[in-house]
């Protein structure tokens, strides 16, 4: 019985591991009146990876943005539905968008580091948070970059322009930019279409580690990706003009056993 | 035949570059004509107490010490009334677009209108207004007021191009990261656009100290060293015309003015880009 368990206002140790961390109900969205997204609902487990596939156009973006508000941005976007991060619900107008948005974290499609030094685009979102300590934001940043594998790479570089980085160092900065918020998820856009199979391939080992930790939704257009990162993996598919959810389940299960006769094509082209 | 079209397409090319090299010859030659003709007949004028005494015989003699007083003055206040009221005027046209596009429209429309204004309107305007309307008189603080109202809109409008530079995905980047709309601007948008709104602003600033028809009306001729901003107080520019039109022998101290203006002029500009030039490098690499 989720639905009871999520209400419960405690969290509790055992069940919390079945306990979706996000829960999308019923979810359209439009722009300028136009539907991109229809009807998608489901349930993602907290500390897995899963990954959003389908075709261009079909709302991945969109369902990413919906998650931490940025749907906010545009003006002519309309979202209904509703979506639960833990027991926050996203949508809810007394919903505090700044903490929401540290909670949830976003990874652009193109590395977008703040044109300032290294060390202002981690300190700038931490001092924003209310940590005042220089010594604490200068600890958790070289925590961050560590984490993300940069801190050797640029230990001498903090006060260097961002962006003089490498497109793979930049997308690592933006990871580390936030995690060192401490979020509960990680959302990325297809974090590696912009780079080079070896900063992939760095990006994709992080992913892995931070899995312990964090609830990770990766919207890739790289089916190898996904079936190499991913718990989970929901296919999008864009329906007379509006993107719908088609297929969601474990990753053996849309690979091996694609339900959906979209799912099966759009599989069999990976193989074909 | 491409072999045959190259060297026409060569000597093509080369009577472009001729021209317009001849072109920034052309205004070259003609600022250095503008400039030297001025040195020319000013600059033995120009000495430590010229820039410090009174006016004396109508400017035949004595110095612009009280000119300049007020011309500051006036620029002072006119800059801290034009400069927050254009940058937040800009923040909005670039970035209130979808919210309230019908507001954006009409103050972009007045703005336009407002820059087309000839100045000497600004100035029957601005004595209309605030010299009698509001009972400021013929005063620094009427002067600086109308010498706002007609910066704004070329202050606005340079500021407003230099926010738009501001990529989108940096707004995005700070939203997601939970990021206040108000820290994003002071933390991002600002720096990024502050070498362009530091453009525009010298631009508004050598607009104000040109301006001679808006200031006659309301902050006056008077030359004596102004007490307060409400004591009428004339400005270097006034001053300038005053000695060429209205006073018979005040062409050598018209023009040793002017030379004091033009070196302003410059002094302003170096430092604007001084500064621009040594914060991009602070912000960039140490
Ligand atoms: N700001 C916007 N204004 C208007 N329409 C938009 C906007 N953003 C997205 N759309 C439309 O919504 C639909 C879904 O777009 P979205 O970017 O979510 O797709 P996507 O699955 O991420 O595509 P891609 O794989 O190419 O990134 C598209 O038809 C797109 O044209
Ligand atoms: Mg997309």
Redo the contacts between chains.
């Keep these: 019985m989720r639905p009871l368990a999520l209400r419960t206002p405690t969290p509790q140790p055992l069940s919390a591991v079945t306990r979706p961390q996000i829960r999308v109900e019923s979810l359209s969205v439009s722009y300028d009146g136009q539907l991109a997204l229809q009807e998608v609902s489901l349930e993602l487990r907290p500390r897995q990876i899963t990954a959003i596939v389908g075709p261009s156009g079909c709302g991945k973006t969109t369902f990413l943005h919906c998650l931490?508000r940025?749907t906010d941005?545009h003006?002519?976007c309309e979202v209904r539905g509703k979506i639960w991060i833990g027991n926050t619900e996203a949508h809810a107008s007394n919903c505090d968008?700044?903490?929401?948005?540290?909670r949830v974290?976003?990874i652009?499609q193109?590395p977008?580091?703040?044109?300032?030094?290294i060390r202002q685009n981690l300190h700038?979102?931490l001092k924003?948070?209310g940590m005042s300590l220089r010594e604490e934001r200068e600890a958790t940043m070289r925590d961050a970059l560590q984490r993300v594998g940069l801190l050797d790479e640029i230990d001498q570089r903090l006060?260097?322009?961002a962006t003089?980085l490498s497109g793979g160092q930049q997308q690592r900065l933006?990871i580390a930019?936030?995690l060192a918020?401490d979020p509960e998820v990680l959302l990325l856009d297809e974090p590696c279409s912009a780079l080079d199979p070896m900063s992939s391939a760095v990006i994709e080992d992080l992913l892995h580690e931070l899995r312990s930790k964090t609830t990770i939704v990766l919207v890739t257009h790289n089916l190898a990706q996904a079936r190499r990162l991913a718990d989970d993996v929901a296919v999008f598919w864009k329906e007379s003009a509006a993107g719908r959810l088609v297929e969601f389940s474990n990753r053996d299960e849309i690979f091996s056993h694609p339900k959906h006769p979209l799912t099966q094509a759009y599989i069999r082209g990976e193989r074909g | 035949m491409p072999e045959a079209s190259v060297p026409a397409a060569l000597s093509r090319d080369t009577v472009l570059h001729a021209l317009s090299a001849a072109c920034a010859v052309v205004v070259v030659g003609v600022v250095g004509a503008i400039v030297g003709e001025i040195a020319w007949r000013g600059a033995s004028s120009v000495d430590w107490a010229f820039l410090t005494a009174a006016v004396r015989d109508a400017g035949r003699s004595g110095g612009i010490g009280p000119i300049l007083v007020s011309t500051s003055w006036i620029l002072a206040i006119c800059l801290i009334v034009a400069v927050p009221l254009g940058l937040a005027t800009a923040t909005f046209l670039s970035e209130g677009e979808?919210?309230h596009p019908r507001l954006v429209a009409g103050t972009r429309r007045s703005l336009d209108l407002l820059a087309s204004t000839p100045s000497i309107v600004f100035g029957l305007f601005g004595n209309a207004l605030f010299a009698r309307g509001l009972g400021l008189g013929f005063s620094i603080l009427s002067g600086a007021l109308t010498l706002a109202c007609m910066i704004l809109p070329i202050f606005t409008h340079s500021a407003e191009t230099a926010l738009r530079q501001v990529?989108p995905?940096?707004?995005?980047?700070?939203?997601?990261?939970?990021?206040?709309d108000g820290?994003r601007w002071l933390?991002?948008t600002l720096?990024?656009a502050l070498p362009g709104i530091l453009a525009g602003l010298m631009l508004s600033i050598g607009r104000a100290l040109a301006e001679t028809a808006a200031l006659i009306f309301t902050s006056g001729y008077v030359v004596r060293l102004p007490q307060s901003w409400w004591d009428s107080g004339r400005s270097l520019s006034v001053h300038i015309y005053d000695l060429a039109l209205n006073v018979p022998g005040g062409q050598t101290r018209a023009a040793a003015s002017a030379l004091v203006l033009l070196s302003l002029l410059v002094a302003i500009h170096a430092a604007a880009q001084a500064l621009t030039r040594r914060w991009a490098s602070e912000?960039?690499?140490?």
């Design positions: 931490n940025l941005l003006p002519n968008l700044p903490s929401l948005r540290r974290g976003l652009f193109k977008n580091p703040f044109p300032s030094s700038l979102p924003e948070q006060d260097h322009s003089h933006c930019r936030a918020l | 979808r919210t990529p995905e940096v707004r995005a980047g700070g939203a997601a990261l939970g990021l206040s820290r933390h991002l720096p990024i912000r960039n690499d140490p």
